[in-house]
């Protein structure tokens, strides 16, 4: 399996289970306004299943990574 055919499969689980998967991986907010405004007293907040996948990854810039220096050469970090 390919990291995109995981996505799909994760991405079709979550919307046949969604309801017990927000619960378990979901954000749960208890504030003043929740309490007075909700029967519950709470509100779920959800992120999908895309929280499980990263896009993007960051990269520190050079100045954090030190160049290599063989004899009298110098590298950057590939």
Same mark, same amino acid.
């Given at each position: 399996?390919?990291? +995109? $055919?995981?996505?799909?499969?994760i991405e079709k689980l979550w919307s046949l289970d969604s309801k017990i998967l927000n619960l378990?991986?979901?954000n749960l907010e208890?504030?003043?306004?929740? +309490? $007075?405004n909700s029967k519950k007293g709470?509100?779920?907040?959800?992120?999908g299943p895309d929280m499980f996948f990263?896009?993007?990854?960051?990269?520190a810039p050079n100045r954090f990574r030190p160049e290599n220096k063989m004899n009298?050469?110098?590298?950057?970090?590939?």
């Open positions: 399996m390919n990291a +995109l $055919e995981v996505k799909e499969h378990i991986y979901g208890i504030t003043k306004k929740t +309490l $007075e709470y509100r779920l907040q959800s992120n990263l896009e993007v990854i960051l990269v009298d050469a110098s590298f950057l970090h590939g």
